[in-house]
């Protein structure tokens, strides 16, 4: 099973084929995280665009993690918490929110286009909002097109198409990049989404 | 002015003759002509290479922190030293028995080259200090201004007009640190950009690198910056780094009423409280 | 030989079109060795740029190998070395004497450095002695002359007449041959210059000697922030910190500007940081300037640019503190020592 569909993933860059980002969406565990299982449970279908990455709490989302993101290859960055009310630490996404009130308007400020960051609250129910967030996030994404600011990334400028070779010659397994392999399989998100 | 200096001298030789301070901090004559450069002196008889004019561009607030530990010290503070006294009290960086503050009110400095008013000063709302132990010179009527008008400006702009602008920023920069090390509000015992096993900051020098550095700091700083516009004068390149605090200090008053930083020990904490009736955009 | 100042842009698109051209402009609110291109106005008249030419021999990040799988899984590391022919045109004499300092640390003592050598290979340096001179430049009292740059491959005297033009190496020889039809015969006329800003070095060296333990250096330490401004603007400081990125099967190993100025500069494993405080760190960079480097090399680290004496944020003036060191009393810190040996 693939896990993931490599060439997808990485994102056709070099202005040949179709853009796919790559997103990177942090999770808590307690709602957004159980929302993507039953997602992947309900065999609900989404873009494989999308990286799920668990945290304990949409607080525990340092805005340094949302910039490194950017400067790493992610084209666009979703947060997703327990809804106001709902935090398993009663408080962590209030905070969270404030916090990234302040932090979403700063990175507009500083040049980054609205829409490649976003935060939304979704529960442990909402599967269909989850899927329907990941897709909405995702065509917002290919919309604004590939984030142009990598020179952080030094490798960027070589890597892409390196990448893609060294994940072709890695084959299907996934243990390089497991967290995400094994967030993407905990959704069902294997379902050939590339295809 | 002259008045001032006197009075200053005068005063800081008492306090140290009588024991009651161990050092004073305010500023000195410089090598070149409109010139000083911050003092600390310890002895009494050095009281009179005490100066005070409009070229005292330093502020003072961030070396008492540093000369914390010898005792009580007494500090030199105009508005915005003294916000900086008390954001670092707020903070727990600073008790207000170890610092005695004498009040200066400011009228604003001059760059030594263009003999222009500093940027940080034409900018500045508190002239006068908001906190102090005795007062030297006469109360200044405060200025009427809209701090926000060039965040304004550029928030007008569109989207990659400001990318351009601000990749124009970090490109110059070239992460020396001083706007972290002027900053009365940076006091991290370990800045994240030291934290080298961690990763945080990266070495290279490139503007999505700098910006990582920058934005970060904006972000950490931006709910306690008392306004002092220290980081923006010290900065060898001359970036306009309070264009992106004061975004943050707009932004945060909008949505949560912080307010203003450094007015009084008490302080304001906007992004270390929370209400549940904050405006929602999330859901 | 003489270049009159009309044929300067055709010499500089000449140079241009065979070598990257880096000529000291106005770019924006910032000074800076622009790489030019035609329609670029150096400017010869403003003293020095606000950052040196340093980075074009050290770059603030150099990239020294890549490493990691290739398709077939096989490991690889490949050395990266870049360098261009490059020309650094209307350098003054402060900042060739720089580039001496830098060559005796990456050339000389029995170690070459790999990076900066191929660099330095194809560097063309055509200096422009100075016109004028800033409040705060300080060369001739550091040995050297605002007059002439002995070191160049090339030096311009500015003149009315336009630009005499004298090669001093083989290097330099080589180019002018090429430069010919843009060169006339003639000499230019100038005043020599001479700076306002004078120190005495006198005996400063042989005092430092004495000086490691004197307590002059917590005086001057205290204003210091530890910010890394003077080592960043310094033409001389070379300083550097080896990292990497790493992603996925790739990785770049790099080189990168570091300051004496910062805390994480000595520390060690387990957090054992030598020059914890700034009073060391403030010691090791003036010592290192004044001190240290002529031990080693012959020479005064500190080229009188006068950098550092404007970007200092809280003035903290290597001219104010040699002369503080030209006053002191190397007793006064013997005392405090034997004292202290003593236990009292």
Known sequence: MSVVNDSQAVGTKDGTGEFEPTILAFACHWCTYSGADLAGLNRMNYPANVRLLRVPCSGRVNPQYVISAFNKGCDGVLVCGCHPGDCHYVSGNYFAKRRLMAFKRLLEYSGMEPGRFQVRWISGSEAGKFRDTVIQVCADIKNLGPLQDREADALASISVADLQKGAEAAGASASSESAVAQAATANGNAEKAGE | ?283 | MLLAKDRLPQLLDHLAAQARVYVPARVGEDTRFALYSSGLEPDFEMVNTSLPPKDLLFPQAQSMYRYGFDDNGTPFIDPVHDSDNTVLFGVRPCDVQSIACMDDVFLTMGYEDEFYAPKREKLLIVALVCNNVAESCFCDSMGLDPNSAPYADIQLRQGSEGFEIVAQTEKGQAALSDWKSFLSDGTATRDNVSCTLKVDMTGIKDKLDEMYEHPIWDRISKKCLTCGTCTYVCPTCHCFDISQENRMKLGERFRSWDSCMFSNYTEMAGHHNPRAGKQPRVRQRFLHKLCFFEDRYGKTLCVGCGRCVEKCPVALDITVLIDQIGAADVAEGAEVLEGAAHGN
């Open chain 2, 1 to 283: 002015m002259s008045d001032i200096q006197t009075t200053l001298r005068t005063r800081a030789a008492e306090l140290l003759s009588s024991g009651e301070v161990v050092e004073v901090i305010g500023w000195t004559a410089g090598r070149f002509d409109n010139q000083t450069t911050p003092a600390f002196i310890t002895k009494a008889e050095d009281a009179e290479s005490l100066v005070f004019n409009e070229y005292c561009v330093n502020t003072t607030s961030k070396f008492s922190l540093m000369e914390r530990g010898l005792g009580k010290v007494a500090v030199c503070v105009r508005g915005c030293d003294s916000r900086g006294i008390n954001r670092m009290i707020t903070d727990n960086q600073l008790k207000r028995e170890e610092v005695h503050l004498i009040g200066i009110p400011c009228t604003g400095m001059k760059d030594r080259k263009t003999g222009e008013e500093l940027l940080k000063c034409r900018e500045c709302s508190y002239r006068n200090p908001v906190v102090y132990d005795e007062l030297i010179g006469e109360s200044v009527t405060e200025p009427e201004l809209n701090r926000f008008d060039a965040v304004e400006k550029l928030e007008a702009m569109d989207q990659a007009e400001r990318a351009a602008f601000f990749d124009s920023v970090y490109e110059r920069c070239i992460r020396c640190y001083a706007c972290r090390e002027v900053c009365p509000v940076c006091t991290c015992k370990s800045c994240f950009v030291d934290q080298l096993a961690a990763g945080w900051q990266g070495k290279r020098s490139n503007v999505a690198e700098n910006k990582f550095y920058g934005l970060t700091r904006v972000f950490h700083v931006g709910d306690r910056c008392v306004e002092c516009g220290e980081c923006q004068r010290a900065c060898p390149m001359d970036l306009p780094l309070m264009l992106l605090n004061r975004k943050m200090i707009k932004d945060l008053d909008l949505l949560f009423e912080a307010g203003e930083a450094g007015l009084d020990a008490e302080g304001t904490n906007p992004l270390g409280t929370y209400d549940v009736n904050d405006v929602e955009e999330f859901m």
